[in-house]
């Protein structure tokens, strides 16, 4: 399973709109074809929901499986319909 990390889309130690579109557009995102993929859900900071839906977004183009959570309690999000 591959895990995105919501830390790494930090800016002076919170999420801003402006600098985390910057950071999602430089993602190849065709790193994540065909794989199963977890937006690992604890942070330093509170995420603001619209980064969950920019990531989604994003990753069900590409993602058979999109998780958000803890790798012993994920939540289903998407599933590519085979």
Do not use: H
């Not at 619209?50 to 993602?63: E, V």
């Amino acid at each position: 399973m591959e895990t995105i990390y919501l830390d790494d889309f930090l800016d002076d130690g919170i999420i801003k709109e402006k600098s985390f579109r910057e950071k999602v557009s430089a993602i190849n995102w065709q790193d994540y074809n065909s794989k199963r993929v977890m937006i690992k859900g604890c942070t330093s900071v509170p995420v603001p929901t619209w980064a969950y839906l920019i990531l989604t977004a994003q990753l069900s183009q590409f993602a058979d499986d999109i998780v958000y959570g803890e790798p012993c309690s994920t939540v289903k999000i998407f599933k590519r319909k085979s």
